[in-house]
């Protein structure tokens, strides 16, 4: 494996906490409680769907990118003030980097609300590019976005491996021949006995990358 593809939210940085606040505060706003079912709904079906199945009622002439708008929007101070990387993430960046190892991040989540946060907490010192699914045009289900970042290193699927926290991105990286390394994070609710099943290793923090670590040297399997 000669290339590291990352996800961010939940993956290199602890952010989905304030997510799921925003989400709940946007629900109880327009009158629906988010109870211990809402967050496998979450994971199954997706925030931008259940929150436009609460807003609309309210406010029918809403689009639903005015309604991703205001969600998105709703985390840009805590990009930009509070979000940090989970523990070890930049140690093991600058390990990689000391392998000479490229990385990058492929995320769904809009460039104008994290480029700041990258270069506050140091990450962007480790990473040679990000993309978006919004630059993509095709989401996590699919592996565009994937096959894009092995493409700009001229390299294989088999090559590279995908660092990433959800089932759906694990099993579409997996499906195209990636090596997949699942990042536990408290919002899989539900999906943990899944993810642990699909991915190739599933690692609770980054210490366990230095414990026991990925072969770099060589091709996938």
């Known amino acids: 494996m000669r290339a590291a593809i990352f996800d961010m939210d939940g993956t290199l940085v602890d952010s989905m906490p304030y997510w799921r606040q925003h989400l709940r505060d946007l629900l109880a706003e327009n009158g629906v409680d988010y109870g211990p079912e809402m967050d496998l709904i979450v994971n199954s079906q997706g925030a931008f769907d259940l929150l436009i199945e609460a807003i609309r009622p309210n406010h029918p002439g809403i689009s639903r990118a005015e309604i991703i708008a ?21 140690a093991y960046l600058s390990s990689l980097r000391q392998a000479s190892i490229p990385c990058c991040i492929a995320t ?7 480029e700041d946060m990258l270069v506050r907490t140091g990450l962007a010192e480790w990473i040679d590019f990000s993309i978006t699914v919004p630059e993509i045009g095709k989401g996590k289900g699919q592996p565009d976005i994937f096959l894009y970042c ?5 390299l294989p699927p088999q090559a590279c491996v995908v660092f990433e926290d959800t089932l759906k991105a694990l099993r579409t990286a997996a499906q195209a021949q990636f090596y997949t390394v699942a990042i536990a ?18 690692i609770r923090s980054y210490q366990a990358l230095f414990d026991q670590p990925l072969d770099f040297g060589g091709q996938h399997g």
């Open 70 to 90: 205001i969600y998105q929007g709703r985390m840009l101070e805590d990009y930009q003030t509070r979000i940090q990387p989970k523990d070890q993430a930049l």
């Open 108 to 114: 769904a989540t809009p460039r104008y609300l994290y």
């Open 150 to 154: 092995a493409d700009r290193y001229g």
């Open 185 to 202: 994070d408290p919002a899989a609710i539900g999906d943990e006995e899944a993810i642990e099943a699909t991915a190739d290793r599933y």
